[in-house]
């Protein structure tokens, strides 16, 4: 399958496969004017199988959300059809307003316009508990 | 700004601080009575618990200062809808120091974001407790002139017992502690606080479901509540709850040393014939709940 390459804009290559959706969503591309490309269960040699993600616009993404999805993503800056940028992925310490508590004692489950705030507290294992209950983030 | 929160907000220097106020405070009550003249407490209690609340206000009236509040959500603001931020921000700007209870966990972290006065968490659900936890620190000194170097038996609800996991996190601290849970299988203490606790601070532990067997080797008993509705059939809550219960007759399998603990309140688990038995430190407890927490609120405050 081929998917045209792209003059200026980014690459969001080495998504674990099957994540490219969320990942859409999670950083309101649908939402964008241009065009976007998701690309799921592309070959790789290191992976297996991933996903890549194209925007034919260069956009600050939000490195959080991709981190928090997975820190292995990398994100390609690309003008005048050449490379001219990657951006470093870390684990984020903290995320907001990615994910929601679902603990249903937790204050947040009444107090709607708290913050939902998640706390990363173990980096081996990836664990986020929330900030609130400590209630661990079901999503990884 | 100043709260307690957690008990994880506290170092073990600053624990052995309060401690060693508040034995102070008991040793010498008249020094302390206008510690906090001109101070005031707000008890914002979004939910009835009548021993914690009146002990932070016995405390703050015990060093001089004035007592202010509500004791349920229904005589509050919240009742009309008004978030726990508004709330506090509010009662920040009347007073000194607040102690609140709520049944939701994480209130007290969102009141001291908002308060802009220090506030202590007198219990957010099953989530954190932490003044029940210095209380507890401060009986187990008292009755034993240490904290290090002895065998805790924590029986009963291990699973769902808030008191009993903070117990553990704070005692874990101290040089030479054995736990022994003694609880019934449905009941045991979550993997994640063996794990987490006391595997990572390779602290020595036994489970047994027998609290006779136990009785002989502990220094300290500390009793849980183990209620009808954690089971999933009445048969089990039959067969396991008369196990559970403290006797004279299970108490004289224990040491002449031995120290009875309990969080209160009670309702089956320590027979009220074990009250005059010299060992029950239960209702000390609950004396010592005062002086730890006017310890914290001199500290929470500033005041030497």
Redesign the interface.
Known sequence: MNIDGITNGLVIDHIEAGKGMELYNALHLGDLESSVALIKNVTSHKMGKKDIIKVDEVLDVDLDILGFIDPNITVNIIKDNEIIGKKHIELPKEVKNIIKCK?P???????Q??PHIFRLTNIEKRTYR??????EAEHK | MNNLLSILDLTTEEIDELIEKAQDIIAHPDYYHEKCKYKKLATLFFEPSTRTRLSFEAAMLDLGGKVMGFSEAQASSAAKGESVADTVRTVGCYVDIIAMRHPKEGAPLVASMHAGVPIINAGDGGHNHPTQTLTDLLTIKCEKGRLTNMTIGLCGDLKFGRTVHSLIEAMSRYEGIKFILISPEELKLPNYVKQEILDKKGIEYEETRDLIEAMPKLDILYMTRVQRERFFNEEDYIRLKDSYILTPEKMTYGKESLTVMHPLPRVNEISVAVDDDPRAAYFKQVSNGKFIRMALIMKLLNIK
């Open positions: 603990n004692r937790c204050i947040t489950s009444t107090e316009e708290l929330c900030i609130y209950c400590e209630t």
